[in-house]
């Protein structure tokens, strides 16, 4: 059974969709099978792996508003192991129509039980639009975990209020199972604000926040460009590294969790 991750953040700008293309990527370093899926209409994450905006055939649009298989929505890339269902501008009809729909906040979790019986992956990686809406719902309502990529500023760690709203609905309306992690993004060392907003979302989140943080680096505003992940563009970069060291920490923490949920049977 796939793990699944969505990466979500009201606040645009945080490095949303650079940390599910570089995590997915760096996933796949270690020997595992990668699925991302972009759930913004915006299209980022398709883009930065090289496929234009609506250039797929079947997108997640097909998926959400026609109930299309999600196993034929899914595409190669050029990264072994890494495979990606693309978005499209459709999408932005599901945001205001879904609500309508009974159930509407498991149509993606549904999509996703179907898929588990027709391929295999042990990561499901879900990009969410900067957006409180139907579609991040569908997400969280999906996902063992989520991570919220987070500026160490004041307005990136203000807007994490509502992303805590956010969580305590899904956990009591759909999803009771729902974990989080606080992933510190675009951080400057040099930066006093920067540590001291750090320092404080450690002590205010403690456990729930990841001990990777990725700092500023030019090299991940370039990699898109390349349609290639930081890993595969820069290996060598800093930004590489941490991005590697976040996929180490996440894997040991499903590894731990999983153990936790043997010895409780």
Same mark, same amino acid.
């Given at each position: 059974?796939?793990?699944?991750?969505?990466? @979500?953040?009201?606040?645009?700008?945080?490095?949303?969709?650079?940390?599910?293309?570089?995590?997915?990527?760096?996933?796949?370093?270690?020997?595992?099978?990668?699925?991302?899926?972009?759930?913004?209409?915006?299209?980022?994450? @398709?883009?930065?792996?090289?496929?234009?905006?609506?250039?797929?055939?079947?997108?997640?649009?097909?998926?959400?508003?026609?109930?299309?298989?999600?196993?034929?929505?899914?595409?190669?890339?050029?990264?072994?192991?890494?495979?990606?269902?693309?978005?499209?501008?459709?999408?932005?009809?599901?945001? /205001?129509?879904?609500? $309508?729909?009974?159930?509407?906040?498991?149509?993606?979790?549904?999509?996703?039980?179907?898929?588990?019986?027709?391929? @295999?992956?042990?990561?499901?990686?879900?990009?969410?639009?900067?957006?409180?809406?139907?579609?991040?719902?569908?997400?969280?309502?999906?996902?063992?975990?989520?991570?919220?990529?987070?500026?160490?500023?004041?307005?990136?760690?203000?807007?994490?209020?509502?992303?805590?709203?956010?969580?305590?609905?899904?956990?009591?309306?759909?999803?009771?199972?729902?974990?989080?992690?606080?992933?510190?993004?675009?951080?400057?060392?040099?930066?006093?604000?920067?540590?001291?907003?750090?320092?404080?979302?450690?002590?205010? $989140?403690?456990?729930?926040?990841?001990?990777?943080?990725?700092?500023?680096?030019?090299?991940?505003?370039?990699?898109?460009?390349?349609?290639?992940?930081?890993?595969?563009?820069?290996?060598?970069?800093? @930004?590489?590294?941490?991005?590697?060291?976040?996929? /180490?920490?996440?894997?040991?923490?499903?590894?731990?969790?999983?153990?936790?949920?043997?010895?409780?049977?």
């Amino acid at each position: 059974m796939a793990y699944v991750i969505a990466i @979500s953040n009201e606040k645009g700008g945080v490095a949303k969709t650079t940390t599910a293309i570089s995590l997915g990527a760096a996933l796949t370093e270690q020997g595992f099978s990668v699925l991302l899926m972009d759930l913004d209409p915006q299209a980022n994450l @398709s883009l930065g792996l090289g496929i234009e905006k609506n250039g797929a055939r079947i997108t997640m649009a097909n998926v959400l508003l026609e109930s299309h298989p999600l196993a034929e929505a899914i595409q190669t890339t050029e990264i072994e192991r890494l495979f990606l269902v693309p978005s499209a501008s459709r999408l932005e009809t599901a945001e /205001q129509s879904l609500p $309508f729909r009974g159930h509407f906040m498991t149509l993606l979790r549904e999509a996703l039980q179907a898929l588990s019986e027709k391929r @295999s992956f042990d990561y499901i990686l879900l990009d969410c639009p900067p957006a409180l809406g139907s579609l991040t719902l569908n997400a969280l309502a999906a996902a063992h975990l989520l991570i919220i990529p987070t500026q160490p500023e004041f307005f990136s760690a203000y807007a994490l209020r509502d992303m805590m709203s956010l969580i305590r609905r899904v956990r009591a309306e759909a999803n009771p199972e729902l974990a989080y992690r606080i992933l510190v993004t675009m951080m400057d060392r040099r930066n006093r604000v920067h540590r001291e907003i750090h320092e404080q979302l450690c002590k205010t $989140f403690a456990q729930g926040i990841f001990n990777t943080v990725i700092e500023v680096d030019t090299r991940l505003r370039e990699s898109p460009i390349a349609g290639l992940p930081i890993t595969h563009y820069k290996g060598n970069s800093r @930004s590489a590294q941490q991005y590697r060291a976040l996929a /180490q920490e996440l894997v040991e923490y499903v590894q731990e969790k999983s153990l936790a949920r043997g010895k409780s049977l």
